[in-house]
Nanobody, 118 residues
Framework: VQLVQSGPELRNPGASVKVSCKASGDTARSYYIDWVRQAPGQGLEWMGR????????KYSQKFQGRVTFSADTSTKTPYVELISLRREDTAVYYC????????????WGQGTLVTVSS
């Protein structure tokens, strides 16, 4: 399985950004795509996850209301959209693949750098 994410983004504070993560290869029948971010000098932060098969989502409480996960089920492409961007949202955003019922990631996207700066 390969996860290919969209390219780097530069946004002003208050704007929004949408990052994609296209899955290809022999994906399982049932898997989640988790979204994780890493700000400069910080550890990994879990944002939530989506089931690309039916669009069912779960959000970290920290991001609820400002983050939306969606998926184009025909192309197995999940998306994360973050609104009302703040400078502290500057980070590398990763998608990660895990099978239902497991808590470890089998595959990772290459990461998408989102920079929020005026």
């Amino acid at each position: 399985v390969q996860l290919v994410q969209s390219g780097p983004e530069l946004r002003n504070p208050g704007a929004s950004v949408k990052v994609s993560c296209k899955a290809s290869g022999d994906t399982a029948r049932s898997y989640y795509i988790d979204w994780v971010r890493q700000a400069p000098g910080q550890g990994l932060e879990w944002m939530g996850r989506i089931d690309p098969g039916d669009g069912e989502t779960k959000y970290s409480q920290k991001f609820q209301g400002r983050v939306t996960f969606s998926a184009d089920t025909s192309t197995k492409t999940p998306y994360v959209e973050l609104i009302s961007l703040r400078r502290e949202d500057t980070a590398v955003y990763y998608c990660a693949y895990r099978i239902f019922g497991t808590n470890y990631y089998l595959y990772w996207g290459q990461g998408t750098l989102v920079t929020v700066s005026s």
